[in-house]
């Protein structure tokens, strides 16, 4: 290793560190300050509000989660209604805030949530359809996108969102496998795993970090999966305790635990899909140490750098 | 005529043909009205699918120029021609290439509304959807008809058509490479866009598709599904994103719009419509508002009903229609009954003349008047019979007759003779007549006739004249018999009329026939009332029935009946009447009538009666008074009258009394000497002493008056017995003697309790004095010890609480002298000149800090006087406003305090100015504010912070009220606004102009705080210290930031941006100088603040000139106390004393530069005696000289007295040291 690139590994470990010290010194304040001024509700609203996953354009998240809320709505005879948000941060702030009663979040935003608002609780992990609690992250490119994964530097990459699992986290994990990294290269957010995949097919990136059940969908379309990460916790409903009265919680997980899944959409006007089709679980917190470990003392980037 | 008569001209025929004619019209007219509607509909079918066509055809021309310039390339259909040929990954890369390369004009498409691209291979399969990248090799047969076309017939095929996604308008081009067809690109645009083009050609009208239930739904992608919704129209239609649920969803249907789907819903026309697959138009009203709404079918490219498109436009056109229609029928009808009305009219005109004529001749025959017509020569040419038996011929001799012949004119009554001719004259010349006139015949002789003639005209011409006429000679002869009568009776009806008394006539039944005016006078009946009566009505009641009959036994023997009678008025007043009641007698003798004349007595029988109850009561009165009374006739001098007390006194009888000399009896005065007969004097007003019979004494008041009795001159003399007054006279000279030695007992007792009131202010001042030694020591030790760096926090916070007591205790020792001065009425005005300027400058700067420490924001305000001087107690001006702000700040948690003076009147140069101060804090109950004002007494807030010794309100109030004004809580309202009243009267000083040279005074706009704490940088590498100061000024409402190293603090500076930089000079590094002088060059460097703090032992001078070069504002040596370097800050941060560089500060006290200079003013004898008064302890004496002396500032004296009641003796003495001049 060159003593420039060496002098910009310790920079940047010193920045992660750095950055590290100073996102637990702000998530206590928040912690803190959320605490002692936060306007805790005190009576749960008629209304359970439901923030989709951030990730996606809304027409699918929209296909996607209705037939999800619609089962809740139903079964539980409650109102649900969508509080969209344009990325995590946003939804994680709307969570803080207590205007969302409970969200579909990722492995990271979960963790990062939880690190500054202890009432975020995970509820149900929703299987992927390889019938597994896990999914994992890819790093994707497009034949004739010249991009050189070990010792390309300066290369385009598509990120999804700071706080996306498959985005800055895992992206640069997989680039630290073959010895090279983000930081290394140019790299910019551009919002959902979709727009990372054909951004990189339109050749407006070299490569791009996404979900790898995203990437297969873009498959005829060219798109190949260079890097796959180990299994990731999947999905869940992640659930807001100050907000949410804890018999509902309860009658929400007991409700989707015993789904009979085998019975397409009993009941329901629209048939189960990708998200719930699969099957659920119970989520622990204890199940995102694999992100909390791969995180570390990692500074993730809230910016891209170029 | 006759055929009105006849029975086709009957009423209810009439009646029938109109009806008839009506109902054809209104027939007519609605079906006009329907004709032209259907029109009107079938131009807006036309207009809807002209529209339409229009809306495809601008789409059609985009989608042709986009496939000829950009689809229709060879790199396109190479790049497809290489998908179409591989398998597997290669076409996977192909397709991506292909999706790479149109993207960006896929991007612009859209832009034209463009909305879906998708190539198909040959064999019908998807290969890219550009509007849905991630879907492909789907089969499209059988679903998509024109993709068949195409890459069947290798044509472009146009035309509306379903699909997976969405239904929409596609334009289907085959594409080939090298000769060979290799599939086929579709450009679509989607019915959101044909709407939205529709919506631009005629933005009136809102559209929707309802797409074929059958024909779209059993091909949509699974996940497309839940966007379509069952329309309400029909079932077998549905609507594509119409709740809407995306977020770029294209507007939904509006409200009005909704509504008319839902009330055509199963509409039998449009259902037939829809089964035949024609167009239609209907109307439809939502909340009274018309709609028309057009249904157009949209075929597919296989020419299979596949959607409607329905418009929905407002339009009042069918309205109009309707509206006209009606117009027209009515316009109808109003015609047809109009003439209906004119014929009925004519037919019952008709039907009364001849009536009119028939009833004429039955008049012209029994008419009692005669009647005759003439033609213009005289000629009769018709009479009736009343004429024939008044002139006294037959009709056959009269007819063809001259009038002049048959009706002998003598001349017009009564002037007979004098106008012969004038009659026949105008009756031959057609001129109308009017009288009476007199003629003759041979049977009757001379008649008289009233006569009237009236000209015949006929088409404006004269033809003729009727005569009308009848006998009226007994009449005549009648009326002058009653001329002769009746001016007799208006003479007798005269005199009775005027007669001065009631006269009543009645016939023989006893009814009224006539009464006078004086009797409706009297008796208040009218005349209509009375006549027709009976005289009954005037009976009191109160005459017995005999007086009755004896008045009605005279006038029946014929005789007059004269006698007085209590009647009743018609008001129900008695009065009292002198009848006279006379019979009548006719020509005959018989007695026809009554006629009763009567006087009214009644005040004549009023004044006699008065006059016996007024003798009554003097009886009465002299018999019952409870004096004694006497009357004396002046002439003889003899006692005609006594009264019973009288008699009682005297011990004797009346007639003992009576008839003898009043000298016997009552006057004292030898004989000859009355004071009223022989004195002469008016009235005799004396005690005497009465001995009577059994020859007690009894002491009267005696009064004797003249008087006239019945024209005789008498004595009335009155007397009182006084024993009883007598006796009560010598008890009220007893009780006057022992009120006098009550009086001076209290005096006495009033003295002592002023000696006692005396001993208490001494003993309360010598208490005072005896409790401030001690309490100085307390302080002063307490002091001392707050000043050890060395203490810890514990300890610290356990002297601070020792000061805190000693203040506390202090200022309660304070206020109980000035309550106990105020008790003794003691307070004394020192009138000084005042400016609400300087003082207001003043309390803003002691306030300033903590108010900032509080975040309150201050206001002081006195718009329009700021610049006038009061002559007035400043010093107690100045206390009240102080104590109430002070009282705000405590009570106060947030929002801020506003002070507000200004002059409320001016009366006789006497300004009564009032001070409100209102604040934003907790308030006063209602419960609390009787006692609010009331020493120690405390408000619950005030018990709850443990502050005050409740007796600042009533020295102030009392205060208010020795310079003729109060204080006064004006409202409370807690946490929102309660204001404190001050006012007080002051004299403007003439010509004044306020002399003011300090800060500033912002004017009426107040003068706001900053809401920024002031920022401190402390940079010291001594962590204790550096705590400590932290600790302190952070106490003190800074907002600090400590830093060890010069660096740091360079750092820091930028971002921290300090008001002041505390700054050790012994730095590691970089010492306090260097970085003073970097932090002078950074941004805002050059205005910050800098004190230098230094250990001991460093060379004053070096500091001195060291500051003076690197520009440092201050410098400390340690120790120091903590309180002088925070005041010190607080005067650089707020620029109240700007003299830069003072001597260092070392652990003697060492007053500010301002208050040394202040303090040297003064003259030598005053700080002499001052300083006498420090060394001796007298600390009351040193106030009072204070305040007695003239040139002594209010800043200086506040500060005096300040250190005088914190018992600073060494500072004052340091200060009003002898030699005391200011060394610069």
């Not at chain 1, 959902?192 to 050749?203: K, N, Q, Y």
């Not at chain 1, 998200?275 to 659920?280: E, P």
């Not at chain 2, 008064?1173 to 000289?1185: K, R």
Request: charged letters at 25%; hydrophobic letters at 40%.
């Amino acid at each position: 290793m060159k003593s420039y690139q060496k002098r910009a590994v310790y920079r940047a470990r010193l920045y992660l560190q750095r950055g590290a010290k100073i996102m637990r010194l702000l998530f206590v304040v928040l912690l803190v300050a959320s605490t002692l001024l936060g306007r805790v509700p005190s009576v749960f609203a008629a209304t359970v509000r439901f923030a989709p996953l951030p990730m996606e354009n809304k027409e699918t998240v929209l296909s996607r989660f209705r037939p999800l809320t619609e089962f809740l709505a139903q079964r539980l005879q409650i109102d649900i209604e969508y509080v969209y948000a344009d990325d995590y941060a946003e939804l994680l702030e709307n969570f803080r805030k207590s205007k969302v009663d409970i969200a579909y979040l990722g492995p990271l935003p979960y963790v990062e949530l939880r690190a500054a608002y202890a009432e975020a609780e995970p509820l149900v992990f929703f299987k992927e359809s390889s019938n597994a609690v896990t999914y994992t992250c890819a790093l994707v490119t497009f034949p004739g996108n010249d991009f050189d994964v070990r010792h390309g530097r300066y290369q385009k990459i598509a990120l999804t969102q700071p706080l996306s699992t498959c985005g800055y986290l895992s992206t640069n994990g997989l680039l630290r496998n073959s010895n090279n990294s983000l930081e290394d290269n140019n790299y910019r957010y551009v919002g959902t795993h979709d727009e990372v995949a054909l951004s990189v097919i339109r050749g407006e990136f070299a490569a791009g970090g996404l979900k790898t059940a995203v990437a297969r969908k873009y498959a005829h379309l060219g798109l190949f999966v260079l890097m796959e990460t180990p299994p990731l916790p999947a999905f869940a409903l992640i659930v807001n305790t100050r907000t949410m009265p804890p018999d509902l919680i309860a009658a929400i997980k007991e409700a989707l635990l015993e789904l009979d899944l085998t019975h397409s959409g009993q009941g329901q006007q629209i048939p189960w899909n990708d998200v719930i089709g699969n099957g659920i679980v119970e989520a622990h917190d204890s199940d995102y140490q694999v992100i909390r470990d791969l995180l570390g003392s990692a500074r993730i980037q809230q910016k891209g750098n170029f | 005529m006759a055929r009105f008569n006849g029975r086709f001209t009957g009423p209810l025929t009439l009646t029938i043909i109109l009806l008839v004619l009506a109902v054809s019209a209104v027939a007519l007219l609605h079906h006009l009205r329907l004709v032209k509607e259907e029109n009107y509909f079938s131009r807006q079918d036309n207009q809807l699918r002209l529209a339409y066509q229009a809306s495809l055809q601008s789409y059609e021309l985009a989608m042709e120029g986009f496939y000829a310039s950009t689809i229709n390339r060879d790199d396109v259909a190479s790049l497809f021609a290489d998908g179409a040929r591989f398998d597997g990954y290669a076409r996977a890369v192909a397709r991506g290439q292909l999706y790479r390369l149109l993207h960006s004009d896929y991007n612009l498409m859209k832009s034209y509304n463009l909305l879906q691209l998708h190539f198909h291979l040959a064999d019908g399969t998807s290969f890219l959807r550009f509007h849905k990248p991630e879907k492909y090799g789907d089969p499209l047969a059988g679903i998509r008809p024109s993709v068949e076309i195409v890459n069947r017939e290798h044509r472009p095929i146009t035309g509306f058509e379903m699909g997976k996604v969405s239904p929409g308008f596609r334009h289907v081009f085959p594409i080939s490479w090298d000769g060979r067809h290799i599939g086929s690109v579709e450009v679509s645009v989607t019915t959101k866009a044909i709407s939205d083009a529709m919506h631009r050609l005629d933005p009136s009208k809102e559209y929707a598709f309802l797409l074929s239930k059958k024909r779209i739904e059993p091909f949509l992608f699974k996940d497309q599904q839940w966007l379509y919704s069952t329309s309400a129209l029909d079932s077998a239609y549905i609507i594509e994103d119409a709740n809407p649920l995306l977020p770029d969803s294209p507007q939904p249907l509006s409200a009005a719009a909704t509504v008319i789907t839902q009330k055509l819903a199963n509409n039998k026309h449009i259902q037939a419509a829809f089964d035949q697959g024609r167009s239609l138009t209907v109307k439809a009203d939502v909340q009274q508002r018309p709609y028309v709404i057009s249904f157009l079918p949209v075929f597919d490219v296989t020419n299979q009903l596949a959607a409607y498109l329905v418009a929905y436009k407002e339009d009042d056109a069918p309205v109009l229609f309707w509206q006209e229609a009606l117009i027209y029928i009515l316009s109808s009808l109003f015609a047809l009954g109009f003439i209906g009305f004119l014929l009925q009219n004519l037919r019952q005109h008709a039907l009364a003349l001849n009536k009119e004529r028939g009833n004429l001749q039955t008049i012209n025959d029994t008419l009692a008047e005669g009647l005759i017509v003439l033609n213009t020569a005289g000629i009769i040419q018709h009479c009736n019979p009343a004429a024939c038996k008044i002139l006294g011929y037959a009709a056959f001799d009269l007819v063809g007759k001259s009038l002049r012949q048959r009706m002998m004119y003598l001349g017009e009554y009564p002037e007979q003779g004098q106008t012969v001719v004038s009659f026949h004259e105008r009756v031959s010349q057609g001129l109308t007549y009017d009288g009476e006139i007199v003629c003759t015949n041979t049977v009757e002789g001379e008649y008289i006739i009233d006569v009237a003639s009236r000209p015949i005209r006929k088409d404006g011409e004269i033809s003729g004249s009727v005569v009308a006429f009848h006998d009226i000679s007994t009449r005549k002869k009648t009326e002058a018999a009653l001329v002769a009568s009746e001016e007799e009776a208006r003479k007798l009806f005269a005199a009775v009329e005027q007669s001065r008394s009631s006269i009543i006539i009645t016939n023989l039944q006893g009814h009224i026939e006539y009464v006078n005016p004086v009797f409706t006078e009297i008796t208040g009946y009218s005349s209509a009332e009375a006549i027709g009566e009976s005289p009954r009505m005037l009976k009191s009641g109160t005459m017995d029935r005999a007086f009755y009959a004896r008045m009605w036994q005279t006038l029946a023997a014929g005789r007059e009946w004269k006698g007085e009678i209590h009647n009743r008025r018609k008001n129900g007043e008695m009065y009292w009447a002198f009848a006279s009641i006379a019979p009548v007698r006719n020509k005959d003798g018989v007695v026809s009538h009554y006629i009763a004349i009567k006087e009214d007595i009644t005040e004549r029988k009023h004044m006699e009666k008065e006059l016996r109850e007024k003798e009554l009561i003097q009886r009465t009165l002299i018999s019952n008074l409870p004096v004694g009374l006497i009357i004396i006739d002046e002439l003889t001098r003899t006692i005609e009258h006594v009264n019973p007390v009288a008699t009682a006194m005297f011990g004797t009888s009346p007639e003992d009394i009576e008839g003898h000399c009043c000298h016997l009896f009552l006057c004292a005065s030898e004989p000859g000497n009355c004071p009223i007969l022989d004195l002469q004097q008016q009235v005799d007003n004396s005690e005497r002493v009465i001995v009577n019979k059994q020859g007690v004494k009894i002491p009267v008041l005696k009064t004797v008056t003249r008087i006239s009795i019945q024209g005789k001159k008498k004595l009335i003399e009155c007397f009182v017995d006084i024993r009883q007054r007598v006796e009560v006279e010598e008890r009220l000279k007893l009780s006057n003697v022992q009120l006098q030695q009550e009086q001076a007992r209290a005096e006495d007792l009033a003295r002592k309790a002023e000696t006692a009131n005396r001993s208490k202010s001494m003993f309360l001042a010598n208490m005072s004095h005896e409790i401030r030694t001690p309490l100085n020591a307390i302080i002063g030790y307490a002091q001392l010890l707050n000043m050890d760096a060395s203490l810890e926090g514990s300890q610290l916070e356990q002297i601070q609480t020792i000061n805190r007591c000693a203040d506390h205790l202090l200022e309660l020792i304070n206020n109980i002298l000035e309550i106990s001065k105020i008790e003794a009425g003691s307070i004394t005005q020192k009138k000084e000149a005042m400016a609400f300027a300087r003082l207001f400058t003043d309390i803003r700067a002691i306030f300033h800090l903590s108010c900032m420490r509080r975040n309150l924001q201050l206001t002081l305000a006195c718009a329009g006087i700021e610049q006038v001087e009061f002559s007035v107690d400043r010093g107690k001006v100045r206390q009240v406003i102080m104590n109430l702000i002070a009282n705000s700040i405590k009570f106060t948690g947030q929002g801020g305090i506003a002070v507000t003076a200004a002059v409320v009147s001016v009366k006789a140069g006497a300004h009564m100015i009032s001070v409100d101060v209102r604040d934003t804090g907790v308030g006063v109950p209602p419960a609390e504010r009787k006692n609010l004002f009331l020493p120690f007494e405390q408000t619950s807030s005030g018990k709850n912070v443990q502050q005050g010794t409740g007796l600042g309100l009533s020295i102030s109030r009392a205060y208010a009220r020795s310079m003729g004004g109060d204080l006064q809580l004006v409202k409370s309202t807690p946490g929102q606004e309660t204001v404190f009243r001050f006012t007080f009267i002051a004299e403007q000083i003439e010509g004044s102009a306020l002399r003011y040279d300090g800060d500033a005074f912002s004017g009426s706009d107040g003068v706001p705080l900053s809401q920024r704490p002031y920022r401190m940088l402390i940079v010291d590498d001594d962590a204790v210290s550096s705590r400590l100061w932290q600790k302190r000024f952070a106490g003190a409402g800074f907002e600090v930031q400590a830093v060890s190293n010069g660096e740091a603090a360079l750092f820091i500076f930028e971002r921290f941006t300090p008001d002041v930089v505390l700054m050790d000079i012994l730095l590691p590094a970089m010492d306090g100088y260097e970085t003073t002088r970097k932090i002078r060059q950074l941004s805002g460097g050059e205005r910050v603040k800098i004190i230098v703090v230094t250990a001991t032992g460093i060379n004053y001078e070096e500091i001195q000139q060291k500051a003076a070069a690197e520009a440092i504002d201050d410098y400390f040596c340690k120790p120091f106390k903590v309180d002088d370097l925070i005041k010190r800050v607080q005067q650089l941060c707020t620029g109240r004393e700007e003299d830069s560089l003072a001597r260092p500060r070392g652990e003697e006290y060492e007053p500010s530069r301002q208050f040394k200079t202040l303090a040297a003013q003064l003259p030598s004898v005053t700080r002499s005696k001052l300083r006498s008064a420090i060394e001796g302890g007298d600390i009351d004496g040193f106030t009072v000289l204070v305040d007695a002396e003239q040139s002594c500032s209010d800043p200086l004296r506040d500060y005096l007295k300040y250190l005088g009641q914190r018992y600073e003796y060494d500072a004052l003495l340091q200060l009003l040291a002898v030699d005391a001049a200011h060394r610069p």
